[in-house]
Structure formats: structure tokens, C-alpha cells
């Protein structure tokens, strides 16, 4: 509406529930309270100190004494409250709950729209959390009982801090009260002191050396200002991590051999080497630290290759290593001598180059939304970073642009994810936004390239908060997953504060995880993953912002995130008794937002199925859950392993109708027998999906019901695979499968799957209820079960141990078979925490209802639920709970709607690609102007210029140069003009339109290129990879820059030849001889066809000539965009 990135709101509202709380927390918008309660504090003068007349005052200022608002006989005063001291001592007085939300969720608190309207256009507010005072946003003047003896805690009379503002007034009194709305939201959102932190200034090519990537040189004093105060929390950290290198350094510096170097998965050399620089720049006086980051630096500029010996084809090793070493190089420059100075940044060059070049082979290229797309792509970002600001310009214009091309789509795509979440779960999310929010701030920093506002970051909180279980140790570990997050999540969280939020939550759950962290055992961090994101953590914090929990925190929540089809309860509580955690999984393959893309074909112009998206860490988990009462594990996932559904809580079918990796069992249809990854191109599992029916949470009792038939094979003919969880008690969980087939079903039985990683699994029966059980300190957590006919199979306990090359050993589960009867057969099972003591349990159903029959030593529970899809009945469940009544009805059922295609999608890509240029020419003509009066002019032109055509570049330095000479002489003479017609910026060719005008031509031929290769493994298809042809591409000579040294130079020196092309040279023969045809028939025309007698021949002649004219244009046009 407002056409800015970052509208002000300020929004005014008489109810803190609805109006206030949700637009300071939901949007961050300025709020003003119109707080009734305020009217009884009507400081009144004496008429004859009134310094204007007394009609002309407003409605607050003349005395007309009320009775107070604020003060009740039977409640006392609505601001504070009275606290009883023990035995004799005196009474305290507190503030109440509602004034201190007052003070913390509004801006400024005012009696009525009428107190401020006659207030001047340029009027300045105080605000709550503007100082210390706790009365300071209290207009016009604060309560009376917040007062003590009528004075502020900084002893300026009340009295007299109103008579000062009352003296500024102006009185335009008839004006519309909508117009002073106006005026005032204008006057506060003018007036609002935002702390600078929060703001990334555009830094416009104005570089002085390094450090350049995300601070200046003149910044450094003030983060090491800040490492000794408000940042020591995150500086700690830092120096342990150092310390710890130091004191075993053979473990952490990366080996000098290059064999050792690429024999293994080696990101822990890159992951480790931010935080050692970061902590250099904020203690430079630590020589040993210094040192030991050169010796490092020195280890990884040895290796001819970053890649790994046994993944050649994967570049996320390489992108780890050169983020890193481009960040060192950035932040230690100035510690270098010129010749590590000029050998490290070779070696930027030779990898970043290497990573330009397999863009365009690579799925990280084009698949979009999956983890290794924004590593890799911030890696060569940070290379063509560094290497613009030393002046190589072209190559890193290349590079920025394929870039930008890349992660610009990406995140357009990203605004169809509506729930903040991301596909591949916690831990690869946290994978893909430790990239993705780097990037964000530096194309902010340094292209003006603004997705702050973008909708997908400001729900992305909700996907951290919502995640965590019980205790801030573990979070749902849905697809390929560790037991928490990969990287981070403290960096992204504070990003998310001082970015996006400026609420203090995203300060408050960093905190909360750093306290918590697990020390040892299950949950530890990875050694190569645990400091890689201290650097942005300590960059990124804003001590501003005090930490404030989520006003829901302490409170059990259900959370629905509609795109990636999973349902939580009980996140981000404290570990204690009855402190449930409860998750459900069945959503669509990739998520709504991806599956529709494909499915419903939009983004036409980038998007071409399944090929460019990635869903290979998913699981094959449609109706899977996890249960952990008294935030204990009890019913986990199975982490990263093979993508067998039997490693799911979900359920398998005997016997199988195709080819199945377990026979007779057949699982879902995305389950692969001999591939690490999902499938999930072609065929049944292209189309997988499951339905979240319904979740529901009444007084307590958590409802949830799923529908995964969609994920099986349809020659099964299930009719419904229906699961559905209640949990009555934070300790007692109830879960129902329905599985209704149809009449010609060749299925006999159905197998059901429950996982522990960490703790096997025994067995006990009960009265011929089989069970298993898991032992914790705490006391043992049980399960038993049961079919709808009341009889209990015997299940199978077992440890699996995974293949070898994952990183977890293996899982627990428990495996119950359940022989199927047609059309109808309903599984039961009970999950039970240790202070829970079940002692009758019993089912009774017909085809459309089940009655489930709990008693417990404390509790009697019935629970009638309707499993029939008809809709028949009006509920899906009702519990009768110690005589209380809980129904669960169908008006609640989860109703999915279509996102849009967001609009004009193309340019809006387009519109951010504008932003980076500029920038270029900008540094073209400061380098220009830097050195046009030295003796490395003509070196410095030549690197510009190397893109140009041949003779154009000669001739353009001769310009160049002689219009220096021209100007050092004029300046020598005194003259105050230069050389008569020039400009010496005006003399510089654009170097940049040049490339792009060759960019579709050099790109068709790395395609070209491309498919003479073989495919580097059977997820990235040659097929996928030439059918993206959207993104451009340049070639070009290196050699200025790139020597010889590395293994990674000799790929990136061949691919930059500048030879003539061919083509070019027969456009030019052609046109040379076309010219030449055309004058000598023009002059046959002339001479003898003018003198014919025949009309016909000449008009022959005519046309020939005529289509000659056509040919010659054509031919002429080719020549100039080729600059034949």
C-alpha cells in the first residue's frame, strides 16, 4: 500500500487481548492503549495561573473532577496491589499482571483518542522503553498511584512535567479526529528511536580494504567493546573454542597431506575456522591464536583439492571450505604479508571459479529449496565478494549474478511456504538457514537487496519454538535427522530477533538452548558443526534486546504447520512431571508448497517437475508420531538411516502386490531397496502424500486424526489407512488404526512399527494384553495393545543395527502384526508414563464406532470415536473424563487451501538483479580513479577491460590513458579544467553490458559441454541438468589472476579460454562477402539492367537486391551482438 519495504504501523486499541498484545507481537507494529483508567488522573491548575483562555482548552484540561476509574472498593487500584508482609512488617505494594503488560506490549498508553488531538504535527512522544521509567509512556501524565509522594523515581514533580507539555499545545479544536489519527501515527512513527543495530547499512561499494564482508575496519573497535560486555555470553564460547584448538592442535588443523586432506568428509576444517578468525579480530593482541589461523590458512591453501576422494561430484565439502577461508581471509587480512595476501587469494579464485563453473552441471544449480543449494551458493558469493573488492570485477560480476539468479528464485518459491517451515526438517533446516540468512545480510550489506519482510522469515520462529521438545535438548527429528539441529540454532535465532522479530523471544530460546545444551551422550554436538556459526551468533546479537519468553511459554500449545503436514503439542517446556510432548506426521512429498508446484505446474518458466526439487532426506513417514511424556523419549524417530519404512512409526501390509524390498511386507511407495536417498521422482512416488484430517486440543485432551492411503501402492486397494491419536492424560496416550479395505483387497495382515534409538525395548503381558516397555531412571514407560476384537499378538522386539555409512548406529523397535478382517480391522494400542497405573483396559466397536474402556487408579476414561469418512456423524470423538464431557467435532476438520502463484514472479527476480550492478560500475570507476595518474594504470585497465573486444580494448586504455596524462598535466599547469570534451568516468566502457551480451551465446556452449559428460550419479539425471536453462553463463581468461597452482586451476583455466569464436569469424566472412555481392549487383543494375527493355528483368533484379538488403541486416545484427 505504502510501496516501502518497511512500512511504520501504529495501530491504537482499547483491548490488550485483541488489539494491543497481538500487534506488537504478531507484526512488531507501534501500539497506543487507550486506557480508560486513565481518566481519573485529570491534573487540574488554578484558573488564574492558566496561561490561555479557559474556552479554549481541550477536554482534559479544564476541572471536572470524576470518580476514578482505576480504583475499586472491592479490587483497590487497577495499577498495583497490596502485598501483606509477614508478622508485622509493612505492606509492599507490586504493579498487577495488566500493568505491567501495559509497559511491555504498548508503545505509549493515552485515556482517549480526544487527549491527543490537539496536539502539534511535530510532537515526540516518550515511550515505555525509552528509559527506565516504568511510567514514562503514560500520556498525559501517569497514574497518580505509580507515583511516590507525587514525584517520578527521577524526583521531577509529575505536576510540573504535565504544565510543560501542556504549555506546547496548540488548540485546533473542530479538526476530524480522523485526521489527528492521522497526524499522530505520522508523529510517532517519525519520531520512533530505532536502535541502529537493527538496520543493515547499504554500504554501496564504499570499501576501505578489509575487513568488508560484514563489518568495516572502523567497526572492529566496537565489537571488541562489545566481546567485553554485552556479548561475553557468546565471546566465553569463542574462547574455548580457541582454547581447545590451541591445546590440540594436530586435531583440529587440517592435515598437510592431500590424501588425508580428501579421504573423508572434511566440512570440519571450513566449519572451524570462522570461529578461530572471528576470535583474532576481537583479540588481536592473542599472537598464538593469530598464528595458528595462518598455519591453518597455509594447511587448506597446500591442498590441490577441497573436494572429497570418494564424492567428487559433490561441491559441499569445497563450499565449507571456501566460506570459511574467504571469511578468514577477510576478517585477518591485514595480518598477512603481501605474498600470503596475493597466494590465498588465488586460491579464493581457483575454488570459486571451480564452483561458478559447476553450477550449471550440478542440482545445486537448479533445485531449488534443498540444504546444499544455499551452502554452496554463499560459498561463491563470499569468494566474488572478496575478489571484487581486490578488483577483479568481471570475474566476480559473473559470479554474483549466477548467484543472485539462483537464490533470488528460491526465495520467491519461498514465499508459498505460509507456515515459516522447511521441508527437510529441523536438523536440515537449521542446515539451509545458516546459509540462507548469511546471504540475506549480505546482499542487504552490499546490493541493497532487502527480505526482511519477506512472509516465510517472520513465521520461521514458529518452526524453532514449535520443534523443541521438553527440556530445549531435542527437537522433532522428522526425515533425515541428528536429535537436534545440525548448525546453530543460536545464530539463527538472534537473526531472526534483531532482523525480523525485535521482540526478545528469538534471544530468550537461544538462550534457553545454550543453557541447556547436553554435555555428553546422545544430543552433543558434532566436533565439526559446534563453533561454525559463533562468528554470525556474536555478529548478529542485539544486547537490546532483553530476553522475553513467548507470552504462551509454560503453556502446553498445539501447532498445525500446514505445509509441512505436522502437528505438535508441548513444545519448548521445561523436563518435568506431566510435561507431555506429542508430534504427528502426514503431509504431502516435499510439502504443499513444492507438491503443488509440481503437480499444478506453476513457475512455468523455472520449474520442471520433480527435477528441480530435491526430496531425497525425506522419509517414508505419512502418519508417523512420536510420544515423549515428562519430556522422555519414549516413541522416537530413527534419526538418518536407510529410507525403509520399517525404520518409521508406521505400518507395513503382507502380501506384497509389487516389487518390495521386504517381501511379503510392502511399504509405502516412496521407499527405495538400493539407494541412499527417498525416491521420489517418477512413478507412485512422485504422487505420495498424506492428509492431516484433523487437531484439536479441548480442556487438555489432544485430538489428531490422519489419513495416509495416498502413500501406499494402490493395487493394495486400501480404501482408508486412518490413524488417530488421543491423548487423555500428559501421560497416557491412546492411539487408534482403522484400516478399511476394499472388497477385492488381497491383504492379509498389517505390521506396526515403534521406534526408540536410544533405550531397547522388553516385553510383558498382562491378562494376555501383550506389551513392551523402555526403563528410565524416572520409572518404566509402557505399552500394550490390542485389535478391536480384543485380542493381543505377541510382538517382536528388536535392535537394528544400520549399514555402514550413516552416522547413527542403529534403532529399537518394537514390531506388532495385526491380521486384517474385510472390510473393517481397528488396531489399539496404549502408551503409558510411569505415574500412570492402568488397571482395566478394553475395546468394543461395530463398523462405524469404537468404545475404548480406561480405568486407571485415578482417572475412568470412555472414549467413543467414529472412524467412518462418510460424515455421518457429527463428531469424530467424545470422551467422557471423570464424568466431564470433551466432543471432538467434524466443523473442526482441517480445510487446506491453495496458495497462488505469486505475481509476476519473473520480475520481481528481475527488479532484485537491478540492484547488484550498479555496484560494479560504481568500483569500476573508483579502481579507475584510484590509479589513473600511477604507473600500474595500464595493468589495472587491462584486468577491467579483459572481457572487451580486442581492438576496442586497446583503443579504450590508450583513451584512458591519455586522458590521465591529459588531466596530470593540466593539474600540473594549474588549470582547473581538464582536457576539453572529457570526463574521465564518462571515457570508461560499460564492461558489464559487454558481457551479458555474450552471456546466452557462451552458456549454450557449457551446455553443450555438459552433455558429453557423464552423469555423476543417479540422482542428478543428464536430462535434469540440460533442461535448466535459465540461469546465464560467461567463459572467460583468468590468466592475470590464476597461475597454475591448485588441481582446481587446471578445470578453471581450460574453461576460460578466450579464443576467437568460429562463429564469429564466418558471420564476418559472410557479411564481407554479402556486402560485396550486393554492390556489384547494385551496380549491374546501374549499368546495364537500367538500359533493359524488359520491365520483368528489372523488377527480378529488384527484388534480389531486396533480399540481399534483408540478409545484409541480419547478418549485421549477428555481428554486432557477437562483436564480430
Known amino acids: 500500500m505504502t510501496n516501502k519495504t518497511e512500512p511504520k504501523v501504529v495501530y491504537f486499541g482499547d483491548s490488550m487481548r485483541s488489539d494491543i498484545f497481538p500487534a506488537h507481537h504478531y507484526s512488531n507494529w507501534e501500539t497506543v492503549f487507550i486506557l480508560e483508567e486513565l481518566r481519573e488522573d485529570k491534573v487540574t491548575m488554578p484558573v488564574e495561573n492558566e496561561p490561555e483562555p479557559l474556552e479554549k482548552k481541550g477536554k482534559y484540561e479544564v476541572h471536572h473532577p470524576k470518580a476514578p476509574y482505576s480504583l475499586s472498593k472491592q479490587w483497590d487500584s487497577f495499577f498495583t496491589d497490596k502485598i501483606s508482609g509477614l508478622e508485622s512488617a509493612e505492606e509492599t505494594l507490586t504493579h498487577t499482571w495488566s500493568c505491567k503488560c501495559i509497559s511491555a506490549y504498548s508503545t505509549i498508553a493515552i485515556p482517549s483518542i480526544e487527549a491527543i488531538a490537539d496536539l502539534p504535527l511535530d510532537y515526540k512522544f516518550t515511550r515505555f522503553s525509552s528509559n527506565s521509567s516504568e511510567t514514562a509512556g503514560y500520556y498525559p501524565t501517569p497514574p497518580k498511584v505509580l507515583l511516590s509522594n507525587g514525584y517520578f523515581k527521577d524526583g521531577l514533580p509529575a505536576i510540573e512535567i504535565w504544565r510543560s507539555d501542556a504549555t506546547m499545545r496548540t488548540h485546533t479544536r473542530g479538526a476530524p479526529s480522523v485526521f489527528f489519527i492521522h497526524v499522530i501515527c505520522f508523529a510517532l512513527a517519525s519520531s520512533i528511536n ?13 570499501y576501505d580494504s578489509y575487513p568488508m564482508l560484514y563489518f568495516s575496519k572502523e567497526e572492529v573497535e566496537d565489537l571488541q567493546s562489545k566481546a567485553a560486555t554485552t556479548h561475553q555470553h557468546i565471546t566465553a564460547r569463542l574462547t574455548e573454542a580457541v582454547q581447545t584448538m590451541l591445546s590440540s592442535p594436530l586435531e583440529y588443523l587440517p592435515p598437510w597431506d592431500p590424501k588425508e586432506f580428501s579421504s573423508r568428509w572434511n566440512e570440519i576444517y571450513g566449519n572451524n575456522l570462522g570461529a578461530l578468525a572471528m576470535f583474532c579480530v576481537l583479540y588481536p593482541d592473542n599472537i598464538e591464536a593469530i598464528n595458528m589461523a595462518k598455519d591453518y590458512m597455509e594447511r587448506m591453501a597446500a591442498q590441490p583439492s577441497w573436494l572429497v576422494k570418494d564424492a567428487p561430484w559433490d561441491e559441499v565439502p569445497l563450499a565449507h571450505s571456501l566460506v570459511a577461508f574467504a571469511t578468514a581471509y577477510d576478517f585477518l587480512y591485514n595480518y598477512f604479508s603481501k605474498t600470503e595476501q596475493e597466494r590465498f587469494l588465488e586460491v579464493i579464485a581457483n575454488a570459486s571459479g571451480y564452483m561458478y563453473e559447476t553450477s550449471y552441471r550440478r542440482g545445486w544449480g537448479f533445485q531449488y529449496l534443498h540444504n546444499h543449494q544455499p551452502t554452496n551458493c554463499m560459498a561463491l558469493l563470499t569468494g566474488s565478494l572478496v575478489l571484487m573488492n581486490q578488483g577483479y570485477l568481471q570475474e566476480a560480476y559473473l559470479w554474483t549474478k549466477q548467484v543472485l539468479s539462483i537464490m533470488e528464485k528460491s526465495i520467491v518459491l519461498l514465499r508459498e511456504v505460509t507456515d515459516g517451515s522447511l521441508y527437510e526438517g529441523v536438523a536440515y533446516g537449521s542446515y539451509t538457514t545458516r546459509s540462507l540468512f548469511q546471504y540475506m545480510f549480505l546482499v542487504q550489506r552490499h546490493f541493497d537487496i532487502n527480505h526482511f519482510n519477506h512472509p516465510w522469515l517472520k513465521q520461521h520462529f514458529a518452526f524453532m519454538y514449535r520443534t523443541v521438545l521438553p527440556g530445549f535438548q531435542r527437537t522433532v527429528a522428522i526425515a ?24 526478545g523471544s528469538g534471544n530468550w530460546l537461544a538462550d534457553q538452548i545454550r543453557r ?12 565439526g558443526q559446534r563453533w561454525c556459526t559463533l562468528h554470525t551468533e556474536f555478529l548478529w546479537y542485539d544486547a537490546s534486546l532483553h530476553s522475553v519468553p513467548p507470552p504462551d511459554y509454560g503453556i502446553p500449545k498445539l501447532h498445525y504447520f500446514e505445509d509441512w503436514g505436522v502437528v505438535t503439542y508441548g513444545s519448548a517446556l521445561p523436563a518435568e512431571i506431566n510435561r507431555p510432548f506429542l508430534s504427528f506426521k502426514s503431509g504431502k512429498l516435499g510439502g504443499r508448497a513444492i507438491y503443488d508446484i509440481v503437480h499444478k505446474n506453476k513457475y512455468k518458466e523455472w520449474i520442471k517437475g520433480w527435477r528441480n526439487f530435491n526430496a531425497g532426506h525425506e522419509h517414508p513417514d505419512q502418519n508417523s508420531f512420536t510420544f515423549a511424556p515428562n519430556g522422555v523419549p519414549f516413541i522416537t524417530e530413527a534419526l538418518y538411516g536407510p529410507k525403509y519404512t520399517f525404520f518409521n512409526n508406521v505400518v507395513m501390509f503382507s502380501p506384497a502386490v509389487s516389487k518390495s524390498c521386504f517381501s511379503p511386507w510392502e511399504g509405502q511407495v516412496t521407499e527405495d531397496c538400493s539407494s541412499k536417498w527417498l525416491k521420489y521422482k517418477h512413478d507412485l512416488a512422485a504422487d505420495c502424500q498424506g492428509r492431516v484430517v484433523a487437531a484439536m486440543e479441548r480442556s487438555g485432551v489432544v485430538f489428531i486424526r490422519g489419513e495416509g492411503v495416498d502413500a501406499y501402492n494402490p493395487k493394495l486397494k486400501l480404501k482408508n489407512f486412518q490413524r488417530n491419536l488421543l491423548l487423555l492424560h500428559p501421560q497416557l496416550l491412546l492411539l487408534v488404526d482403522l484400516i478399511h479395505l476394499e472388497d477385492d483387497s488381497p491383504l492379509e495382515a498389517a505390521t506396526s512399527f515403534f521406534h526408540n534409538v536410544d533405550v531397547p525395548f522388553e516385553e510383558t503381558v498382562i491378562d494376555d494384553v501383550h506389551g513392551a516397555f523402555i526403563r528410565h531412571h524416572d520409572g518404566m514407560y509402557k505399552m500394550y495393545w490390542m485389535d478391536d476384537t480384543g485380542y493381543s499378538e505377541k510382538a517382536t522386539v528388536v535392535s537394528k543395527m544400520y549399514p555402514r555409512g550413516y552416522p547413527y548406529n542403529g534403532t529399537n523397535y518394537v514390531n506388532v502384526t495385526t491380521h486384517l478382517r474385510n472390510p473393517v480391522t481397528r488396531a489399539i494400542y496404549l502408551f503409558i508414563g510411569p505415574s500412570i497405573d492402568v488397571q482395566s483396559f478394553s475395546v468394543h466397536g461395530d463398523s462405524q464406532q469404537l468404545d475404548v474402556f480406561i480405568a486407571t487408579s485415578e482417572h475412568a476414561y470412555a472414549v467413543y470415536l467414529w472412524t467412518g469418512e462418510d460424515g455421518d456423524h457429527s463428531v469424530f470423538a467424545q470422551i467422557i473424563a471423570d464424568r466431564q464431557e470433551i466432543l471432538f467435532d467434524r466443523t473442526s476438520t482441517i480445510r487446506n487451501s491453495a496458495v497462488p502463484e505469486v505475481k509476476n514472479y519473473v520480475e520481481i527476480v528481475e527488479q532484485n538483479l537491478q540492484h547488484f550492478k550498479p555496484v560494479f560500475q560504481q568500483l569500476e570507476k573508483q579502481i579507475l580513479s584510484r590509479v589513473r595518474n600511477t604507473d600500474s594504470f595500464r595493468k589495472i585497465a587491462e584486468r577491467l577491460l579483459r572481457f572487451s573486444d580486442k581492438r576496442q580494448t586497446e583503443e579504450a586504455i590508450d583513451r584512458l590513458f591519455a586522458i590521465s596524462q591529459q588531466q596530470q598535466q593540466v593539474r600540473a599547469k594549474k588549470y582547473k579544467k581538464v582536457a576539453k570534451g572529457y570526463k574521465f568516468v564518462d571515457a570508461i566502457p560499460d564492461i558489464f553490458a559487454q558481457i551479458e551480451v555474450n552471456e546466452r551465446k557462451v552458456r549454450q556452449k557449457a551446455q553443450t559441454l555438459a552433455q558429453e559428460e557423464l552423469p555423476v550419479d543417479e540422482d542428478e539425471e543428464m536430462k535434469d541438468l540440460l533442461d535448466f536453462a535459465d540461469i546465464t553463463y560467461v567463459k572467460h581468461n583468468n590468466d592475470a589472476l590464476i597461475k597454475g597452482q591448485s588441481g582446481l586451476e587446471q578445470m578453471v583455466t581450460t574453461a576460460r ?32 539492367f537500367q538500359k533493359a527493355k524488359s520491365l520483368h528483368g528489372q523488377r527480378c533484379l529488384y527484388a534480389i537486391l531486396l533480399a540481399d538488403s534483408c540478409v545484409l541486416l541480419w547478418l549485421y545484427s549477428s555481428c554486432s551482438q557477437s562483436q564480430c
Open 516 to 527: 541447556n545444551r547436553v554435555a555428553e551422550g546422545p544430543g552433543t554436538p558434532s566436533k
Open 194 to 206: 530505532e536502535n541502529p543495530s537493527a538496520v543493515i547499512p547499504f554500504v554501496n561499494a564504499n
Open 480 to 503: 533425515d535427522s541428528n536429535y537436534n539441529w545440525f548448525y546453530g540454532p543460536e545464530s539463527q535465532l538472534v537473526f531472526l530477533d534483531k532482523f525480523v522479530m525485535r521482540n
Open 1057 to 1088: 579460454s578466450s579464443v576467437p569464436s568460429i562463429s564469429a569469424f564466418y558471420t564476418r566472412l559472410f557479411l564481407i562477402l554479402n556486402i560485396s555481392i550486393f554492390f556489384v549487383m547494385l551496380a549491374m543494375q546501374i549499368t546495364c
